[in-house]
């Protein structure tokens, strides 16, 4: 008779703890699918672990998702090696500048090992003290702040100087999607900055281009193209958001498939341009 209220009860202290862990879990992976699975598997752990004895399940939640994630991480970098062109995280859509971890940081992020990635997200994101990320992946404080310190100075160039004003983001995105597709190239280029860069994340499963194209030259040669291919074909804009802390948009492009296109905007201009087309990584929007 005691065993239904205690399920009852280890499922009730989970559920509240369940974004946190998904925001950890995601920023490490860079993956939702991926996350999900792994904060279930941390569930699992939870039911079957002693819980009497589990004085901060908050504590013993995060430890647990962040051993998991060392752990995928692993065998995640034997994949990147063999992806089909660039690799992009998967777009997480929010009205808001919600996300604390852009995505041209979460791709410095992919840089550093597994150790100095859960050190810097633990503390400088998720603000833990360096005695309790000792905890949780299993080093000395002094290694966990030499970790940080290090990540810290790998990606220092990945962080914004300047935050774009968020209707100011929009209106670029809004006004970016009507010129590539319209073929504007005049008022396309208007909007780019000289080292512009595009990338696009095909997977091998939709066309896309296999390396990034950069510089202003490189960038408007792609987009030409671009629009020569869409000129009789649909691409409709299902809505503008940020995509992963960046201005950007949502499209049902012409094979019926969808797009999100984020932007990193500098002093006004497009410094970088985001294109995720891998279906498998867009599965999670419909």
């Given at each position: 008779?005691?065993?239904?209220?205690?399920?009852?009860?280890?499922?009730?202290?989970?559920?509240?703890?369940?974004?946190?862990?998904?925001?950890?879990?995601?920023?490490?992976?860079?993956?939702?699918?991926?996350?999900?699975?792994?904060?279930?598997?941390?569930?699992i752990r939870w039911m079957k672990a002693d819980r009497?004895?589990?004085?901060?399940?908050?504590?013993?939640?995060?430890?647990?998702?962040?051993?998991?994630?060392?752990?995928?991480?692993?065998?995640?970098?034997?994949?990147?090696?063999?992806?089909?062109?660039?690799?992009?995280?998967?777009?997480?859509?929010?009205?808001?500048?919600?996300?604390?971890?852009?995505?041209?940081?979460?791709?410095?992020?992919?840089?550093?090992?597994?150790?100095?990635?859960?050190?810097?997200?633990?503390?400088?994101?998720?603000?833990?003290?360096?005695?309790?990320?000792?905890?949780?992946?299993?080093?000395?404080?002094?290694?966990?702040?030499?970790?940080?310190?290090?990540?810290?100075?790998?990606?220092?160039?990945?962080?914004p100087r300047f935050k774009v004003e968020k209707q100011?983001?929009?209106?670029?995105?809004?006004?970016?999607?009507?010129?590539?597709?319209?073929?504007?190239?005049?008022?396309?280029?208007?909007?780019?900055?000289?080292?512009?860069?595009?990338?696009?994340?095909?997977?091998?499963?939709?066309?896309?281009?296999?390396?990034?194209?950069?510089?202003?030259?490189?960038?408007?040669?792609?987009?030409?193209?671009?629009?020569?291919?869409?000129?009789?074909?649909?691409?409709?804009?299902?809505?503008?958001?940020?995509?992963?802390?960046?201005?950007?948009?949502?499209?049902?492009?012409?094979?019926?498939?969808?797009q999100t296109t984020a932007l990193d905007i500098e002093?006004?201009?497009?410094?970088?341009?985001?294109?995720?087309?891998?279906?498998?990584?867009?599965?999670?929007?419909?």
């Amino acid at each position: 008779m005691t065993a239904e209220p205690d399920i009852t009860g280890a499922v009730a202290a989970f559920e509240p703890l369940r974004p946190t862990l998904m925001r950890v879990a995601y920023r490490m992976l860079g993956s939702v699918a991926d996350a999900e699975d792994v904060v279930q598997e941390a569930f699992i752990r939870w039911m079957k672990a002693d819980r009497a004895v589990v004085r901060q399940p908050e504590a013993f939640l995060r430890r647990t998702v962040t051993r998991l994630c060392l752990d995928q991480l692993k065998s995640a970098r034997r994949k990147r090696e063999t992806y089909v062109g660039p690799w992009l995280p998967e777009p997480l859509v929010e009205e808001d500048e919600v996300d604390d971890v852009s995505l041209p940081l979460m791709l410095a992020l992919e840089r550093l090992s597994p150790l100095e990635r859960a050190a810097f997200l633990l503390h400088d994101v998720f603000g833990l003290q360096f005695e309790d990320i000792a905890v949780e992946i299993d080093r000395d404080p002094a290694a966990c702040r030499q970790l940080a310190a290090r990540a810290r100075e790998h990606i220092r160039q990945a962080r914004p100087r300047f935050k774009v004003e968020k209707q100011r983001g929009l209106e670029i995105a809004e006004a970016f999607f009507n010129a590539s597709r319209s073929g504007d190239m005049k008022a396309l280029g208007a909007m780019l900055s000289a080292d512009v860069a595009a990338h696009a994340d095909g997977g091998g499963k939709r066309p896309a281009a296999t390396e990034p194209a950069l510089g202003f030259d490189a960038v408007m040669r792609q987009y030409a193209m671009v629009a020569a291919w869409l000129k009789d074909k649909r691409s409709k804009l299902i809505r503008l958001a940020f995509i992963n802390g960046l201005p950007g948009f949502v499209t049902l492009e012409a094979d019926g498939e969808l797009q999100t296109t984020a932007l990193d905007i500098e002093d006004g201009r497009i410094a970088a341009i985001y294109v995720m087309r891998n279906p498998d990584k867009l599965r999670h929007l419909h």
